[in-house]
């Protein structure tokens, strides 16, 4: 479904980005992998590049952008999915957490949308797709930076896939904008943006036991599907949405949380 596909994948090194890296690959897909640990990563062969990064600061993302068009010339999707596991209630944010979660959540996946859209517009199907998550609508004490941005990042991707579709330069206030740097000729005038919102999903930024009390019947009649997800359903998802099977989707918010949104009122809400 993927065959021929040029992808960058940002926190590809474990958790759902090494799901997503290895699905991709598997269905004839060349990814360069994002991030700064790739231990886990010496198993997938030629079709993964890696490129160490640390998202959080700019020159380093444009290195990021220069090294995909030395490499592939252009990008067919750029997925936006590093993460941390920092969590903090109301009494005990601190500046240095948000600052950082801001930078990782919000700011890094503008720029690498800014800098690689170039890329993204030799593509005839390019399509920018987000992780964010479910919590993003869920509320809970324990982890307010992590869950406050991700809700950031997820209005981001509308107003973004609203401008990937606006030829016009009108906003919905008929407010003349600024005017378009011009497209490349051939360049594709349209991008694809979508959003991903999982819900529990096994990954390594929680430690196993911490797992296994969660797939407990304790904690699961949250969940309609009575489990937590794997990641390599969050991957599949990523291909299908990267793939000309999901032309028609943009400016789309995805949940993958075995049903658990619709036990949530302010999901419910929202949806």
């Known amino acids: 479904m993927l065959k021929g596909y040029k992808a960058m994948i940002t926190g590809a090194t474990s958790g759902m980005g090494l799901a997503t ?41 444009i290195a990021a952008a220069k090294f995909a ?7 067919d999707t750029l997925i936006l999915n590093a993460a941390t596991g920092e969590a903090a209630t109301p009494s005990n944010v601190t500046s240095e957490g948000y600052t950082n979660g801001f930078k990782m959540y919000v700011l890094a ?10 890329l993204l517009r030799r593509s005839d199907n390019p399509s920018i797709l987000h992780t964010a998550s479910q919590g993003a609508y869920a509320i809970d004490d324990i982890c307010v930076p992590y869950e406050s941005l991700k809700a950031g990042q997820v ?28 497209i490349e000729e051939g360049g594709n005038p349209y991008i694809r943006v979508n959003v991903v919102c999982p819900g529990l ?17 304790q904690l699961n009649w949250q969940i309609p599907s009575r489990r937590v997800g794997d990641a390599e359903e969050v991957g599949r998802l990523f291909a299908y949405l990267a793939s000309d ?13 075995g049903g658990w949104g619709t036990s949530h009122t302010s999901m419910t809400q929202f949806m």
């Open 21 to 61: 890296a290895k699905e991709f690959i598997a269905q004839g897909a060349d990814v360069i992998g994002i991030g700064r640990n790739f231990e886990r990563t010496k198993d997938l062969g030629e079709h993964f590049i890696p490129f160490k990064c640390d998202i959080r600061e700019e020159d380093q993302i």
């Open 69 to 75: 068009e030395e490499k592939f010339g252009k990008l």
């Open 109 to 118: 996946p503008a720029l690498f949308t800014k800098y690689c859209e170039k």
């Open 155 to 182: 209005d981001y991707v509308r107003h973004a896939a609203q401008w990937y579709i606006n030829l016009h330069g009108q906003s919905i206030y008929n407010i003349p904008v600024a005017p378009r740097d011009p």
């Open 201 to 217: 999903i096994r990954t390594n930024l929680l430690p196993g036991e911490m797992w296994d009390a969660l797939s407990s019947d």
């Open 245 to 257: 099977k999901a032309r028609f989707i943009s400016g789309s918010v995805v949940l993958i949380d």
